[in-house]
């Protein structure tokens, strides 16, 4: 069963990237990491279960957690209102970082601030197909890498694409193997790579198979791709390559 397999696939993810975020942290690459496959396993166990059974061929590939939403409730791309009443996914046990860091606080399902990249996207996404099971029965969503990785006495978020070295290629590496577990499993023929490290990433580690990569504009507020025309053109871009 797909599901079954989804979810013992992200269990061993979970699992395997924490010994890659202590010797990042070891190795003064960062400072603090957040697994939270880890913390917030049931809200993504959750997630797993409502997409697992949507029989989507495409797959939209985010590059890592943001702290506002898959940080907090451990779904890609999440936003507290989207989750809530969108996926309906609310009221579930999100736990602690093991090493949490005070200008990241995590409150789960209950976090106060929306993820703009987050509401952009599922919004999107319920704009173009509706509610959740016609989302989920097109796309399923998922982030190449689990790890929230933060540098400095800011906890300034460092995305993967900014860390080098032995260990990071390492964590990349198996990152990619996930990423192919879940095309295999689910029988992805496309996978929409959201920003140009996300594509990457899958076009290397797709090389050889039929998949189709494809990308779109990440939806950051930081991308001026995302903000221009008050985000029209954004909205163009990714619909341009929805199935």
Same mark, same amino acid.
């Given at each position: 069963?797909?599901?079954?397999? !989804? ?47 949507? +029989?989507?061929?495409?797959?939209? $590939? ?8 898959? +940080? ?19 009221? $579930? ?14 409150? +789960? ?11 952009? !996207? ?18 399923? $969503? ?6 929230? $990785? ?20 390492? !964590? ?69 390559? !929805?199935?």
């Amino acid at each position: 069963m797909v599901v079954a397999r !989804l979810v013992d696939a992200a269990a061993r993810l979970r699992d395997d990237v924490e010994p890659f975020a202590d010797a990042l942290v070891e190795g003064a690459l960062v400072d603090c990491v957040y697994n939270p496959l880890a913390y917030a396993w049931q809200p993504h166990r959750a997630y797993l279960e409502m997409a697992g059974v949507g +029989g989507a061929k495409t797959l939209l $590939l985010g590059m890592n957690p943001g702290p506002h939403g898959m +940080g907090q409730m451990g779904i890609p791309f999440a936003a507290t209102a989207m989750v809530r009443n969108l996926l309906g996914i609310r009221d $579930l046990h999100v736990g602690q970082p093991r090493t949490p860091h005070p200008k990241r606080p995590v409150s +789960g399902l209950d976090w106060p601030k929306e993820e703009v990249s987050g509401t952009r !996207l599922w919004g999107l996404l319920a704009e173009h197909y509706g509610d959740a099971e016609n989302i989920l029965s097109n796309v399923f $969503l998922v982030n190449h890498c689990p790890l929230m $990785l933060f540098a400095g006495e800011r906890a300034t978020n460092i995305t993967p694409d900014k860390i080098a070295g032995e260990t990071a290629r390492a !964590l990349l590496a198996r990152c990619d193997d996930h990423l192919r577990e879940v095309v295999e499993m689910m029988e992805i023929n496309t996978v929409i790579g959201v920003g140009r490290f996300s594509e990457k990433r899958a076009a290397a580690a797709l090389l050889g198979s039929k998949v189709e990569v494809r990308t779109c504009w990440h939806p950051s507020p930081a991308s001026p791709l995302a903000n221009k025309n008050g985000g029209k053109d954004w909205r163009e871009n990714v619909r341009s390559v !929805l199935p």
